[in-house]
């Protein structure tokens, strides 16, 4: 089966947000490990019929069967809460397209109280190295500047999330006034207005 952008996004429209995770919300993995971690979620997942529980895995036993015994700890609402009071009535990614993205681009807004970004100038970066040394130098302004790094995906070697931690909305003050949009990848620690994974690549489709 071939995954596209648009399954995600027809995905994220049936799936409520019930996690309370950083960076948009307020706990962190340690956090979600004590009240049962990922067994739990997928037991959530599963009784509500959001995955298949009939599907087989590496253990030999199907999904319903390797979480028939799981049972979630003390505290976990403030974790993982119940799906008649979901964070997001949707998904924590959004699927994007248009003149910069004809082929999808990806937006987290889960990490983001941001739904709109007007104004400002379009900032252009070829490197991630560049638009970091432009952040450091105050050369981007806080009235809402769009900071666009590219080549940072196919044609360059960098650990995902490097974009996004040295954006223009991690600069100091910058984090509710500055957008960025790259063809490079997230991390799930990113946050603010980010628009990443443009497709094409500049590597692939250069302007």
Same mark, same amino acid.
């Given at each position: 089966m071939n995954l596209t952008l648009d399954d995600f996004e027809e995905i994220g429209r049936k799936v409520p947000e019930i996690v309370n995770m950083k960076p948009g919300g307020e706990f962190a993995m340690a956090d979600f490990d004590q009240v049962g971690g990922v067994p739990v979620l997928m037991k959530k997942l599963l009784d509500r019929g959001f995955i298949d529980g009939d599907a087989l895995t590496v253990?030999?036993?199907?999904? =319903?069967?390797?979480? !028939?015994?799981? !049972?979630? !700890? /003390? %505290?976990v609402e403030r974790i993982i809460v119940d799906f008649s009071r979901p964070r997001y009535p949707s998904g %924590?990614? =959004?699927i994007l397209k248009g003149t910069l993205a004809p082929e999808g681009a990806v937006v987290k807004v889960a990490a983001s109280s941001i739904t709109r970004h007007r104004g400002g100038r379009a900032r252009v970066f070829d490197s991630e190295d560049e638009a970091f040394r432009a952040v450091m130098e105050r050369k981007i302004e806080s009235g809402g500047d769009v900071v666009v790094i590219r080549y940072e995906a196919q044609g360059r070697a960098r650990d995902e999330g490097d /974009? %996004? !931690?040295h954006s223009g909305n991690s600069g100091p003050g910058l984090g509710d006034t500055v957008a960025l949009v790259t063809d490079g990848r997230f991390s799930g620690a990113t946050r603010g207005m980010m628009v990443g994974h443009v497709a094409p690549e500049a590597f692939v489709a250069p302007p």
């Open positions: 253990t030999g036993k199907t999904v =319903k069967e390797n979480l !028939r015994d799981v !049972r979630p !700890r /003390a %505290g %924590g990614i =959004k /974009a %996004g !931690r």
